[in-house]
Nanobody, 120 residues
Framework: VQLQASGGGLVQAGGSLRLSCVAK????????MGWYRQTPGKQRELVAH???????NYPSSVKGRFTISRDNAKNAVYLQMDSLKLEDTAVYYC???????????????WGQGTQVTVSS
């Protein structure tokens, strides 16, 4: 499976962006999906998580500003980012827990990353 992320770009502080990520290829099922971000010299950190039951989870740094959603019919996950701050600048990665076949273990797949830059 390949995850294709899009939607990053340059936005002013206080603005909004919507990231999209679509899973392509052959697989049996996707369970959890999420978005992470990474800045140079720092570890990748969780931004938002959504279970296959649509339960969401956010760290305090983005809670109330970011919203994760998914469309299982399209094998897609989205991240609506509002009230963006300078510190939200990072490369954003989507991920998905994928079961390739009914008998396979679940494995984590990552998208290629999309740059989000928030300017003052």
């Amino acid at each position: 499976v390949q995850l294709q992320a899009s939607g990053g770009g340059l936005v002013q502080a206080g603005g909004s962006l919507r990231l999209s990520c679509v899973a392509k290829g052959s697989f049996f099922a996707i369970t959890d999906m999420g978005w992470y971000r990474q800045t140079p010299g720092k570890q990748r950190e969780l931004v938002a998580h959504i279970s296959d039951g649509f339960v969401t989870n956010y760290p305090s740094s983005v809670k109330g500003r970011f919203t994760i959603s998914r469309d299982n019919a399209k094998n897609a996950v989205y991240l609506q980012m509002d009230s963006l701050k300078l510190e939200d600048t990072a490369v954003y990665y989507c991920n998905a827990e994928v079961r390739q076949a009914p008998w396979d273990r679940i494995a984590t797949s990552w998208g290629q990353g999309t740059q989000v830059t928030v300017s003052s």
